[in-house]
T-cell receptor
């Protein structure tokens, strides 16, 4: 993914609805993917990860889907809550290396 | 467990002054990363260390920036002299890297917000 600079895509969602955040990654050699959540004034916080030998992984209220064919990653948040309001970043890396490449981020706004 | 610790949390300085940012990685982690985040450029990797050795410093903007990791539990990022365009939030992160099995999740500190006047 590439940084989009000043413009952050924004997803506005009603409290209780499901959210889907998408990410296109750039490197076909990437085999490890992570979703981070960043709240205002805080550092990125790990949410969930997935390795390339899987296409789906579930956590608590979150699911990550990986489509290696089209180099696409998504994060699904079930029953979105006000506390889910944040910027979400996808990140990719090759486990042979140790550098993460971050996407530009998506802002999620949860409406009460 | 304590996460990644950074200090100071906020730093305001004047152009030309030296700035030193500090980081204590998570105990047991052998890799440490310095990132910079701005509205314009997003999250950028500046430099990272494996086992206290700098591996990739290609993201360091220029010679005014330097980073050291004298031991497994401490790293510094220094800017000398500082300029207004260095104003940003600087994050430190750490993880476990295994030469045989690759990298694990990076965990981030709370960041240092730097303002250079």
């Amino acid at each position: 993914g590439e940084s989009v600079g000043l413009h952050l895509p924004t997803l506005s969602v009603q409290e209780g609805d499901n959210s889907i955040i998408n990410c296109a990654y750039s490197n076909s050699a990437s085999d490890y993917f992570i979703w981070y959540k960043q709240e205002s004034g805080k550092g990125p916080q790990f949410i969930i990860d997935i390795r390339s030998n899987m296409d789906k992984r579930q956590g608590q209220r979150v699911t990550v889907l990986l489509n290696k064919t089209v180099k696409h990653l998504s994060l699904q948040i079930a029953a979105t809550q006000p506390g889910d309001s944040a910027v979400y970043f996808c990140a990719e890396t090759s486990t042979a290396g140790n550098k993460l490449t971050f996407g530009g981020g998506t802002r999620v706004l949860v409406k009460p | 467990d304590a996460g990644v610790i950074q200090s100071p949390r906020h730093e305001v300085t004047e152009m030309g002054q030296e700035v030193t940012l500090r980081c204590k990685p998570i105990s047991g982690h052998n890799s440490l990363f310095w990132y910079r985040q701005t509205m314009m450029r997003g999250l950028e990797l500046l430099i990272y260390f494996n086992n206290n050795v700098p591996i990739d410093d290609s993201g360091m903007p220029e010679d005014r920036f330097s980073a050291k990791m004298p031991n497994a539990s401490f790293s510094t990022l220094k800017i000398q002299p500082s300029e207004p365009r260095d104003s940003a939030v600087y994050f430190c992160a750490s993880n476990i890297f295994r030469t045989s099995g690759g990298s694990d999740t990076q965990y981030f500190g709370p960041g240092t917000r730097l303002t250079v006047l």
